[in-house]
């Protein structure tokens, strides 16, 4: 038995070999009882097939090809695959093996190393990959099976060994027996073959086992019985071998997938409070001597500058915010805060909205599709929306802007320097000028003009003793 290392080997001329990867992903994924294919489930933000697939890009292979099923799903794969990689459809799914199978195909001709992955093992790095790569040149094997030792090995399949310790062949859980069900040490799913030797062994392959599958597993004993050699390569990284089959697996490897992203971060110089309630998605930024605070998400595409603090409580979906900005118990969508702006707690920033530098967006604060400009302030209980803000405008409390007539959305414009009095309501489309003011509690309907005061509300009447009056007669309701 031969142990995984990193260490260097002989310099081979099979190193020059041409590699092409196939990776296998048009699995069901029956166990995740899901009416997504299991490769698109999303872990940390992306498809776990995408993880794969960068490990396998970041080898350079002459040729990738991806295996995928026929849903539409798939579509975004394809979409998301470099533009040197060749995605194939297997239509219908007959097993592993015969998904290699459609995955040779566009490998007709290919002369080299094929490597084959698994798709659903989403923590594989490009690292343990180069490793086996180079045990199967420094072995002159014919094919290369990746193993691990697990302390649970679950319904893995089994690498059987004769008793001079050489592999015999890989058995499925479901199709092996009680003494090799024993066996801890199970098939990770990579590998690598001959391409001349995997095409002429495939068609080999039968359906005749526990899940009526055509099993690339079984190749393995295929390879052996030709008197082909069949290497083995051991890994310790119990980690990069986990694979996806089940809802339970998913959060498993989702965990570590996680733990990784915030640990990149921290490693980069970010704060992250507690990373136990801290979720980032992969691809997300932060930057320098910024401070992740408890129970926060940042997802999709957020990026997040230097020196900011964002939480307690935040989500944030594909959010901008620059440097120096303060987020607080808040929820941002497609939205863009700028450099030393102030949000929360407890704002909702929806898409299209832009804080210009210094502006604030303050408590039970809602802004949609609108621009708030430089050193603006929405400080509290307003909804804004399809709106543009000047600069040092100041924002009433309670100020709503009436953007919706029941069929259409309107635009509500106000300038540079205003004044908006509290609990102001403006009825879009309409404009306020330059400096102008709006008395608190007006309804403006109509623009108003630079340096002006909008008023638009009842005049006020005392009615004097009322009170008094109301009181009398004294009445005994018993
Ligand atoms: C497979 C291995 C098992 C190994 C385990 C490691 C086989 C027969 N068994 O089991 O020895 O321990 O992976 O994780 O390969 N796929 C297709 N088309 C199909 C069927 C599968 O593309 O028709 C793809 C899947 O998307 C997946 C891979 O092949 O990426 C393996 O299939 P899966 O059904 O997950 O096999 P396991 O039971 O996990
Ligand atoms: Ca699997």
């Given at each position: 038995m031969s142990v995984d290392t990193a260490t260097g080997s002989s310099a081979s001329s099979r190193a020059s070999r041409p590699l092409a990867v196939v990776v296998l992903?048009?699995?069901?994924?029956?166990?995740?009882?899901?009416?997504?294919?299991?490769?698109?489930?999303?872990i940390c933000g992306r498809p776990l097939l995408a993880y794969v697939l960068d490990a396998a890009a970041a080898l350079q292979p002459e040729r990738l090809v991806v295996v995928v099923g026929p849903?539409?799903?798939?579509d975004r794969v394809r979409a998301a695959l470099p533009s040197t990689a060749i995605s194939v459809v297997q239509?219908?799914?007959?097993?592993s093996g015969d998904a290699v199978r459609a995955g040779m195909d566009p490998l007709a001709g290919f002369d080299g190393d094929v490597m084959v992955l698994n798709g659903d093992v989403p923590l594989v790095g490009e690292e343990l990959l180069l490793r086996l790569r180079r045990h199967h040149i420094d072995c002159t094997a014919r094919a290369t099976i990746t193993s691990v030792v697990l302390a649970e090995p679950a319904h893995y399949g089994r690498v059987v060994r004769d008793a001079n310790g050489d592999v015999r062949r890989i058995v499925e859980a479901r199709d092996a027996s009680p003494e090799e069900r024993a066996v801890a040490e199970i098939n990770v799913g990579f590998y690598v073959f001959d391409a001349a030797e995997l095409r002429r062994f495939l068609p080999s392959l039968t359906a005749d086992n526990a899940q009526g599958e055509y099993y690339l597993t079984d190749l393995v004993h295929r390879f052996l019985e030709a008197g082909d050699r069949v290497a083995d390569f051991l890994t310790a990284d119990v980690e990069a071998s986990m694979g996806v089959n089940s809802r339970v697996e998913l959060a498993g490897v989702t965990a570590i997938m996680r733990a990784r992203i915030l640990e990149r971060l921290m490693l980069d110089g970010a704060t992250v409070e507690d990373p136990s309630s801290t979720y980032v998605d992969w691809g997300v930024t932060v930057g320098r001597d910024s401070i992740i605070r408890p129970q926060t998400m940042l997802t999709g595409a957020t990026t997040i500058g230097e020196r900011c603090i964002v939480g307690p409580g935040c989500v944030l979906q594909d959010a901008i915010v620059d440097d120096g900005a303060s987020v607080v118990s808040s929820h941002l969508v497609e939205c863009r805060v700028g450099r030393d702006c102030t949000v929360g707690p407890f704002a909702y920033i929806r898409p299209r909205t832009e804080l210009a530098e210094g502006a604030k967006a303050g408590s039970f604060v809602e802004i949609k599709a609108s621009r708030v400009g430089r050193g603006s302030k929405v400080p509290h209980l307003s909804y804004i929306g399809d709106t543009t803000i000047g600069e040092g405008t100041n924002i009433g409390a309670g100020t709503i802007t009436a953007n919706y007539d029941g069929e259409r959305k309107h635009p509500t414009t106000i300038g540079d320097g205003v004044k908006v009095g509290s609990d102001t309501v403006f009825v879009a489309p309409v404009s306020v000028g330059d400096g102008a003011y709006t008395g608190a509690g007006s309804a403006i309907t109509k623009d108003i003009p630079p340096d002006a005061l909008g008023v638009a509300r009842g005049k006020q009447e005392n009615i004097e003793g009322y009170a008094q009056r109301r009181r009398l007669p004294t009445r005994d309701d018993g």
């Open positions: 992903a048009a699995g069901l994924g029956t166990r995740m009882k899901s009416d997504l294919p299991k490769v698109l489930h999303p849903e539409q799903e798939y239509q219908e799914r007959l097993g």
